[in-house]
């Protein structure tokens, strides 16, 4: 079955140091995938989604991911963390058409004044 | 994007007792999720509830403890049944509309606890 590896539950970065959340997929075909950030108490927002137009893709609050088929993975990055960026990060995989998004385990990221 | 409402947002329940979470969509949408996400976990797929049809279960979830009703396109219901501390979690509604490449949208969640 097709899954999605985030390596790291916990993140912690400085303020203004790079952030990098990893996230590999199982598939032989490059699927559907996507980046959600939920904030205490609240549902999932999208940050980015990867559909096959470009491999480098942008997303909201200056977030962006890289899809590398070779290492089977879509790692997020963001240049200069912010105290506003602590959440638990997601990454998601469709593995085709119909069928509903499946999870990884999630990496919270905390971010240190 | 499609704007989703839970209700209700929170709620503490007795075990043996039965919740429904109404989730209500600004648009109609086809296809409708229901996951649970239990506490410090990532979430775990239910069912999909698309209108016209059963709702499909995913190995671990029968209709019996989760029933689900999806009357029209922009409105479905999940039922917590006879309740027990386990059951504990935030329950999230996400739906999908349009192409294959297009992201599912959610809801901000019930979060639920039984005592």
């Known amino acids: 079955a097709q899954s999605v590896t985030q390596l790291g539950s916990h993140v912690s970065v400085s303020e203004g140091a790079l952030v990098l959340l990893r996230c590999n997929y199982s598939s032989s075909v490059p699927p559907y995938l996507f980046w959600y950030v939920q904030y205490p108490n609240q549902g999932l927002q999208l940050l980015l989604k990867?559909?096959?137009?470009?491999?480098l893709v942008k997303g909201i609050n200056g977030f962006e991911a890289e899809f590398k088929k070779s290492e089977t993975s879509f790692h997020l990055t963001k240049p200069s963390a912010h105290m506003s960026d602590a959440a638990e990060y997601f990454c998601?995989?469709?593995?085709?058409?119909?069928?509903?998004?499946?999870f990884g385990k999630g990496t919270r990221l905390s971010v240190i004044a | 994007s499609a704007v989703i409402s839970q209700k209700p947002s929170r709620d503490i329940c007795q075990r043996g007792t039965s919740l429904t979470i109404q989730c209500q969509v600004d648009?109609?949408?086809?296809?409708m999720f229901w996951y649970r996400q239990q506490p410090g976990q990532s979430l775990t797929l239910i069912a999909t509830?698309?209108?016209?049809?059963?709702?499909?279960?995913e190995s671990g979830f029968v209709i019996d403890k989760f029933p689900i009703s999806r009357p029209n396109l922009t409105f479905s219901t999940l039922t917590v049944s006879n309740m027990s501390p386990e059951d504990s979690s935030i329950y999230l509604c996400?739906?999908?509309?349009?192409?294959?490449?297009?992201?599912?949208?959610f809801g901000d969640g019930t979060r639920l606890s039984i005592l």
């Open positions: 509830a698309n209108q016209g049809s059963e709702a499909t279960y």
């Open positions: 990867y559909t096959s137009a470009a491999t």
């Open positions: 648009s109609q949408v086809t296809m």
């Open positions: 998601a995989v469709r593995p085709s058409g119909n069928t509903p998004l499946v």
């Open positions: 996400s739906t999908r509309d349009g192409g294959d490449n297009q992201p599912q949208h």
